[in-house]
């Protein structure tokens, strides 16, 4: 399973909210990075609509979903740098967004 390596706090002081970096060794031994968000409204959406799944993930900074986030997508290896982007939608109930990028595009 992959795990939490680094932990760099990214949340700037006048943000509404939080920001995290993890550096993520996955279980075949790659690295990449994910960054986590969450803006107070998207914590009070999630509240407001009682969004468990959420507020668990809101919780724990969203390190849990990096995690398992982390071990599905492709390998740094061919595909270079890769970022993981996760934040919570205020629009949507607090649910959990993500999204990829890669350095190098798939051969």
Known sequence: MAEVVETHDLTAPSQDGWALDYRIRREDGEELHAEVRCWNKAYAAAEQAANAEALVAIADRGSA?????????????SRGAVLISIWFDATDGGNLRRRVSYERPSV
């Open 65 to 77: 979903a990096a995690l398992e986030y982390a071990e599905l997508v492709e390998s740094p290896a």
